[in-house]
Nanobody
Framework: QVQLVESGGGLVQSGGSLRLACTVSIGTLDYYSVGWFRQAPGKAREAVSCISASAATTHYAEPAKGRFTISRSTDKKTVYLDMNNLTPEDTAVYLC??????????????????????WGQGTQVTVSS
């Protein structure tokens, strides 16, 4: 089973930027779509973005459109989430996930968290006002 590790979170002021990374520690991401999700205290986990195995297809949830960019490293071991113009509403634990059977399409954000075989432990993003 694929094991994922997120990194890059931290404390940033409103309007700032962060780059998150989701790196595979065991297994491979070569053939799998990968999604980024976030969970704020007291709120349900929500999808942020996804990217296909080839990186040809990406999708973004409304809060991420125009501010966040998802990409893959050339060796396909890492998926990045570049976040710009951050606001306090972006404060959350950010997690990445993957599953061999789930492809990044417009319907990707409708999958439940139990449908993903692999989740990382998350990285905290805190945006101060």
């Amino acid at each position: 089973q694929v094991q994922l590790v997120e990194s890059g979170g931290g404390l940033v002021q409103s309007g700032g930027s962060l780059r998150l990374a989701c790196t595979v520690s065991i297994g491979t991401l070569d053939y799998y779509s990968v999604g980024w999700f976030r969970q704020a205290p007291g709120k349900a986990r929500e999808a942020v973005s996804c990217i296909s195995a080839s990186a040809a297809t990406t999708h973004y949830a409304e809060p991420a459109k125009g501010r966040f960019t998802i990409s893959r490293s050339t060796d396909k071991k890492t998926v990045y989430l570049d976040m710009n113009n951050l606001t306090p509403e972006d404060t959350a634990v950010y997690l990445c996930a993957t599953d061999p059977g789930l492809t990044c399409t417009a319907g990707y954000f409708g999958y439940s968290k139990t449908q993903f075989a692999s989740w990382g432990q998350g990285t905290q993003v805190t945006v101060s006002s």
